[in-house]
DNA sequence: AACCAGGTCTCGA
DNA sequence: TCGAGACCTGGT
C-alpha cells in the first residue's frame, strides 16, 4: 500500500510498542491477536497478514503530520529534532494490551520491557503461528495464577493479576474508559494499583487518542530541564509542556524520547583533552 | 561492579 | 498536597 508521511523503522522503534520485532528488512508482530509483517520501501507499505485499513489504523495514517508538526514546533530544538526522526507515527494500540503493558513498564528499560511482555505472552497467550504469541486477555492471565512468577515480573505481578481481576470482573471498564475525556481516563485509571501519573498518561496517549497527555519519564524530564529549564513535581512538568506544545504534546513528547535514546544520542566532544578524571 | 531504568506506593508533615 | 524511601530485576 501507498502510505502518507511515515518511517516504520522509526516509529516501531520509539518505544512506544513492545512486541515487534525486525528480521532483515521485515518487521514481525501481533496486533490485536493477528501475527503480520511489514517491510517498507520508500511511500510503499508491504503488509502481510492485515487489512490496509487496519494498518492504516494502527500506525494513524488519519493523523495529519505535517499539521502537527506545525503545531508543536514552537521552537528551534523541537524542530531540529522533528526534523531528525521525521515521519514516526504515533501508534494507536490496543487498549487492554497498551495499559498492562505499561504496568508492567514502571520503573524498568525497554529491553526488559520487552522480555518481561514476551513472557507474560508466551505463558499464558494462545500461539497463533509458530513462536509467536497473542497478548494473554484477563481470563487467560487470571487462570494461570501459578505461573506467574516464571515471568520474572518482581513486583510488577501483583499489579497485572489485580489489573486483570479489576478488568474480568467488570470493576474496571474498558469501555467506559474509552468515553472518558482526557482528565476523566487519568483519574479512572489512576484508581488501579500499579497505575500512576505516568502510566496513566501512556495509556491515553497511546491507546485513547488523547494527543494532548505528555508522559513524563526520566528521558523527558531531562529533556525538559535541559532544554527548558522546567524541573519539580510530575504535573509541574507534564502540564508544563501541555501548555508549550499544545494540543499535540503527545506527538512532540515522542520525539523528545527517541532523540533521548541513549543509544542513539550524538556524543557531543568527548574527544576533547583535559577533561578524563583518570585516577591518582 | 555500581548505577540506572517509559514509576508507584506508602507514610509523615 | 508534597517530598522522601523502599522496591524486584536485569541492562549497560
Not at 93 to 110: G, K, P, R, T
Request: with cysteine; charged share 30%.
Amino acid at each position: 500500500m501507498r502510505t502518507p508521511l511515515f518511517d516504520l523503522d522509526h516509529t516501531l522503534d520509539s518505544g512506544q510498542v513492545f512486541r515487534w520485532r525486525r528480521e532483515g528488512e521485515w518487521w514481525h508482530g501481533v496486533v490485536r491477536g493477528r501475527y503480520m509483517r511489514l517491510r517498507q520501501d520508500g511511500d510503499r507499505l508491504e503488509v502481510d497478514g492485515a487489512s490496509e485499513d487496519m494498518v492504516a489504523h494502527y500506525f494513524r495514517f488519519d493523523d495529519d503530520l505535517e499539521e502537527i508538526y506545525a503545531d508543536i514546533s514552537k521552537d528551534e530544538r523541537i524542530a531540529s529534532v522533528i526534523d531528525r526522526f521525521r515521519g514516526l507515527r504515533l501508534i494507536r494500540q490496543d487498549i487492554w494490551e497498551c495499559s498492562a503493558s505499561y504496568i508492567l513498564a514502571s520503573y524498568s528499560n525497554v529491553p526488559r520491557i520487552k522480555k518481561m511482555i514476551d513472557s507474560v505472552c508466551r505463558t499464558y497467550g494462545q500461539e497463533i503461528e509458530e513462536g509467536a504469541f497473542s497478548f494473554p486477555t484477563p481470563e487467560e492471565i487470571l487462570e494461570g495464577e501459578a505461573d506467574i512468577a516464571c515471568c520474572r515480573l518482581g513486583y510488577r505481578a501483583d499489579w497485572l493479576r489485580g489489573y486483570a481481576s479489576m478488568v474480568y470482573s467488570g470493576e474496571f471498564d474498558l469501555y467506559e474508559l474509552a468515553t472518558k475525556d482526557y482528565r476523566g481516563a487519568v483519574e479512572y485509571l489512576k484508581s488501579v494499583k500499579g497505575i500512576g501519573d505516568k502510566v496513566a498518561d501512556c495509556i491515553a496517549l497511546f491507546s485513547l487518542d488523547h494527543l494532548e497527555a505528555c508522559p513524563v519519564d526520566v528521558r523527558i524530564a531531562r529533556a525538559m530541564r535541559d532544554i527548558y529549564g522546567v524541573t519539580g513535581s510530575y504535573n509541574k512538568v507534564a502540564s508544563y509542556a501541555r501548555r508549550h506544545f499544545g494540543r499535540f504534546a503527545g506527538y512532540a513528547q515522542e520525539y523528545l524520547y527517541i532523540a533521548e535514546d541513549p543509544s542513539r544520542k550524538v556524543r557531543s566532544c568527548s574527544c576533547t583533552p583535559g577533561t578524563r578524571s583518570s585516577g591518582p
